[in-house]
């Protein structure tokens, strides 16, 4: 069965500055997709980044970027220029892409937060 | 558009109780899944759709049931309410051929 790991339970950064949050997965499959998703206090699921095992290049969207390294089996997510509004829980989580398989796996989370 | 749709947001029951919670999507996806997060815990998946008239268990299902008579609705039913049910629960979807998946807004159960 997969797993995905945060060991980071809580995290901190300065307005402005940039942080990176850790992610290792564990699976035996080639492809797969992993993904970031922010948790504001609201609860809501709010889809950060997605990545696909099969692309070499990380993923970017605005501030938010990944260092995706498949053979160590790690998704790191870096936050540069950190905002007050980037506070929030942020969960990895991967999704084989076997057919039939729909579960996302998720890490516990990484709580973030920015300090003005 | 309204995307993914949970209804209720908040509700209280007492054990024993029934109820189900109603999940709505109008982006035709083909498949819809419910999650449950715990304290300090992801989201782990209780039930899936991979379409009307298919369902399939997912890792935590005991105690819940499903059904998908429409693309659109995927309701999950509280058969007799545990506090160990008490929880926040997402109601998802995606299109088939798509990766990403699309989150409700949660709606958080307390069971006394």
């Known amino acids: 069965a997969q797993t995905v790991t945060q060991s980071q339970p809580e995290m901190s950064v300065q307005e402005a500055e940039t942080v990176t949050l850790s992610c290792t997965y564990d699976t035996s499959e080639s492809d797969y997709y992993l993904f970031w998703y922010k948790q504001p206090p609201s609860r809501q699921m709010i889809l950060v980044i997605r990545?696909?095992?099969?692309?070499?290049q990380n993923a970017t969207e605005n501030r938010f970027s990944v260092n995706f390294q498949k053979a160590a089996k790690s998704f790191s997510l870096k936050i540069s220029d950190s905002q007050l509004g980037d506070a929030a829980m942020y969960f990895c989580?991967?999704?084989?892409?076997?057919?039939?398989?729909?579960?996302?796996?998720f890490g516990k989370g990484t709580k973030l937060t920015v300090n003005p | 558009n309204a995307g993914v749709t949970q209804t209720p947001k908040f509700q209280v029951l007492k054990t024993g109780q029934s109820m189900t919670l109603q999940c709505a999507q109008d982006m035709n996806h083909e498949y819809m899944s419910w999650y449950r997060q715990d304290p300090g815990m992801g989201l782990r998946l209780i039930h899936y759709s991979v379409g009307a008239g298919i369902t399939d268990q997912g890792e935590v299902p005991n105690g819940y049931n499903v059904s998908r008579s429409t693309t659109e609705d995927f309701p999950l039913r509280l058969l007799s309410a545990a506090p160990s049910q008490t929880s926040v629960y997402f109601c998802?979807?995606?299109?088939?051929?798509?990766?990403?998946?699309?989150f409700g807004e949660g709606s958080w159960l307390t069971v006394v």
């Open positions: 998802a979807s995606r299109v088939g051929s798509g990766n990403t998946i699309y």
């Open positions: 990545q696909e095992a099969y692309k070499q």
């Open positions: 989580a991967y999704r084989s892409d076997q057919g039939g398989s729909e579960k996302l796996v």
